[in-house]
């Protein structure tokens, strides 16, 4: 299997490639056959920079086969003009082509984990509407409030302090005998109002007390 660091820019030849296809999308690795509807593929750019970084290459089918590009220039111009108008802040990435068959070509997108997280789709220029993504194994989520809160704090590198108290005590012990829990689970089992257990949680992620889980519905967390 390949070894992709996600933070690496060497070029990619033809038989690596073929090596991250054959093995599939994964939480570094995205594929797109073409270039429809770019203001949802720019949500993947966002969830590379947001968590660890990852690769997006267009013009693998989605049945792994490589078909490369019939007019690269008009795909990557599109691309770069969905990045420019729909993503916020500017992500870093770089861009590589690739000729795979003719004269078809493949472009390889290299999102670099951001120091600058999170970063939004935005589609509308309204900034109540702007949405945040996360890769979580190979697909890309919205990101819930919390870890919007956590990703923030991630990029302010804070030193989180924090009382441990009876709701920090009932929280671990729930998950010294549950494998996770969530906002909701944690607010009735403490008898505290969600946002007091969403702030809770967000602050012992920052601390690295426990972890977060991001999901499309809810997010679960867990022991360090």
């Known amino acids: 299997m390949v070894d992709y660091q996600p933070t690496q820019q060497s070029k990619i030849d033809l038989r690596v490639l073929k090596e991250l296809v054959r093995h599939g999308e994964n939480k570094f690795v995205e594929f797109k056959l073409k270039t429809n509807h770019p203001e949802k593929i720019v949500r993947e750019m966002v969830a590379f920079a947001n968590t660890d970084g990852g690769k997006l290459i267009v013009g693998i089918g989605d049945d792994k086969s490589i078909k490369g590009l019939k007019f690269p220039d008009e795909d990557e111009y599109i691309l770069q003009k969905a990045i420019e108008k729909y993503i916020y802040p500017a992500i870093d990435y770089h861009l590589e082509r690739l000729i795979v068959e003719g004269e078809r070509e493949v472009l390889i997108y290299d999102i670099q984990k951001s120091p600058f997280k999170p970063h939004y789709v935005d589609l509308d220029g ?94 679960f967390f867990v022991a360090a």
């Not at 949405?131 to 919007?148: F, G, L, P, T």
């Not at 549950?178 to 012992?204: E, F, W």
């Open 126 to 219: 309204i900034a109540e509407n702007r949405r945040a993504y996360v890769r979580v194994a190979d697909r890309s989520v919205q990101a819930s409030k919390e870890m919007r809160e956590i990703l923030k704090g991630e990029r302010k590198g804070l030193n989180i302090k924090f009382n441990y108290g009876e709701k920090e005590r009932i929280l671990m012990k729930y998950l010294a005998e549950n494998p996770t829990i969530t906002v909701d689970t944690y607010a009735s089992i403490a008898n505290i109002p969600r946002k007091v257990a969403s702030r809770t949680l967000i602050v012992l992620v920052l601390a690295n007390v426990i972890k977060v889980q991001p999901h499309e519905v809810q997010d």
